[in-house]
């Protein structure tokens, strides 16, 4: 790969015939960390990789779903450079090739479970999320959201 990635996720896009490598947080020795925001394509093929869509905003730790019509979502997520958990979501559509918003969720999580209902709805539960003042405290959520595409 083109990029060092910490606590990506990787979802095979049936319509490309290749797995989509996304997020995660890049570090080299030496280095700052940083959000790794430009996906990867891995082509079993020809057992290379080459650079997907980028993401809008760089996550780490995210929550990621095939969705029933090969869309993908990916939510929530540790941003590197906001030092912070995020709220939103975003969604890859393979017909454009590109990642579009999907809102913003009510907490904002990372290390969340998230899977596909029967009902194509999403289930996003738990995770954790980091107060946001300087020194903060993570806080262990409780709490579920669902997402309806």
């Known amino acids: 790969m083109r ?4 606590r990506p996720t990787v979802a095979w896009v049936a319509a490309a015939n290749k797995a989509l490598v996304i997020g995660g947080k890049s570090e080299a020795p030496g280095t700052a960390s940083s959000d790794v925001r430009p996906t990867e394509w891995y082509d079993p093929a020809t057992n290379a990789f080459t650079l997907g869509p980028s993401l809008a905003v760089g996550r780490m730790a995210h929550g990621q779903v095939v969705l029933s019509d090969g869309r993908i979502l990916v939510a929530g997520g540790w941003n590197v450079s ?7 979501a975003e969604i890859f559509t393979p017909a454009t090739g590109a990642f579009t918003s999907a ?5 904002d999580r990372h290390d969340a479970g998230v ?3 029967p ?3 999403v289930l996003v539960a738990g995770g954790k999320k980091v107060d946001q003042n300087p020194g903060g405290a993570t806080f262990y959520l409780d709490r579920a959201e669902t997402y309806t595409p």
């Open 3 to 6: 990029y060092r990635r910490d």
């Open 82 to 88: 906001l030092n912070r958990t995020t709220p939103t």
């Open 103 to 107: 809102g913003t969720m009510n907490d």
């Open 115 to 117: 899977a596909l209902l």
């Open 119 to 121: 009902n194509d709805q």
